[in-house]
C-alpha cells in the first residue's frame, strides 16, 4: 500500500547538535511539506517543495533546512541553530503543488525531545 | 488572503449526544475546505472535503459538515459522539484558484467525549 513514512518516532537531541528527521513517501506526490506541531498551537509550516531540487520556507524557516533530491525524499534538518526544537513534527504529502482539491496525505510524525 | 478560525478550542460532549466543532474561514476565492482528525501522537486523517460541489460533504466515521458561503462557515457535525470520536480536529482552506500557497491549518479543536 502507498503511504508517506516519517522515521524515527521517537528522537533525543543533546542540545547543540543537527538531527535530521526523515520523510519518504511512495504515492508518487509533487509536493512535501514539513509542519511543527506545539499544543494549542496547530500546526505551523517549516518548509514546503513543490518540486524536486526547489523548496521554500514557511511561516517559522528559521533553525530548519531542507532538501528534495529525489521525488520521494524530503529530509528535514533541525541545526543548534533552533532555540526550542522540542516538538511534534508532521511531514505531508499532495498531489498537486499545494493539496487544492485533493488534500495532504500525513505521515505518522516524529516527536523530538532535546535533552 | 486565506484564513481559519476554529471557534473552539475545545468541545466535550456526552456519549450519544451531537457533535458540533465550528470552522469560519476567509478566501479571496471559492475555496477548498477540508476537516482531518488527530489522535494523540499520530498523523492526521482526512475526514472530509469540500470542492465547489455538493455543499452539505459527508466524511468518514459519520461526519458531515455544510459549506455555507453567506456564512462563511463549514461547521463539522455528527448525529450521535461515540468514545473513539475523542481526538483533535483541524479545520483547514485552501484557495481556488490555486494561489501557489500550501493549505492553511486551523488552531484545532480537541473534543472530549464523556461515558
Known amino acids: 500500500d502507498g503511504g508517506i513514512t516519517q522515521s524515527p518516532k521517537y528522537l533525543f537531541r543533546k542540545e547543540g547538535q543537527n538531527v535530521t528527521l526523515s520523510c519518504e513517501q511512495n504515492?508518487?506526490?509533487?509536493?512535501m511539506y514539513w509542519y511543527r506541531q506545539d499544543p494549542g498551537q496547530g500546526l505551523r509550516l517549516i518548509y514546503y517543495s513543490q518540486i524536486v531540487n526547489d523548496f521554500q520556507k514557511g511561516d517559522i524557516a528559521e533553525g530548519y533546512s531542507v532538501s528534495r533530491e529525489k521525488k520521494e525524499s524530503f529530509p528535514l534538518t533541525v541545526t543548534s541553530a533552533q532555540k526550542n526544537p522540542t516538538a511534534f513534527y508532521l511531514c505531508?504529502?499532495?498531489?498537486?503543488?499545494?493539496?487544492?482539491?485533493?488534500?495532504?496525505?500525513f505521515g505518522s510524525g516524529t516527536r523530538l525531545t532535546v535533552v | 488572503a486565506q484564513s481559519v478560525t476554529q471557534l473552539d478550542s475545545h468541545v466535550s460532549v456526552s456519549e450519544g449526544t451531537p457533535v458540533l466543532l465550528r470552522c469560519n474561514y476567509s478566501?479571496?476565492?471559492?475555496?477548498?475546505l477540508f476537516w482531518y482528525v488527530q489522535h494523540p501522537n499520530k498523523g492526521l486523517q482526512l475526514l472530509l472535503k469540500y470542492t465547489s460541489a455538493a455543499t452539505l460533504v459527508k466524511g468518514i466515521n459519520g461526519f458531515e459538515a455544510e459549506f455555507k458561503k453567506s456564512e462563511t462557515s463549514f461547521h463539522l457535525t455528527k448525529p450521535s459522539a461515540h468514545m473513539s470520536d475523542a481526538a483533535e480536529y483541524f479545520c483547514v482552506v485552501s484557495d481556488h484558484p490555486p494561489s501557489g500557497t500550501p493549505l492553511v491549518f486551523g488552531k484545532g479543536t480537541r473534543l472530549s467525549v464523556i461515558a
Open positions: 505531508a504529502s499532495s498531489r498537486s503543488g499545494q493539496g487544492f482539491n485533493y488534500g495532504y496525505t
Open positions: 504515492l508518487n506526490h509533487d509536493a
Open positions: 478566501s479571496s476565492y471559492s475555496p477548498s
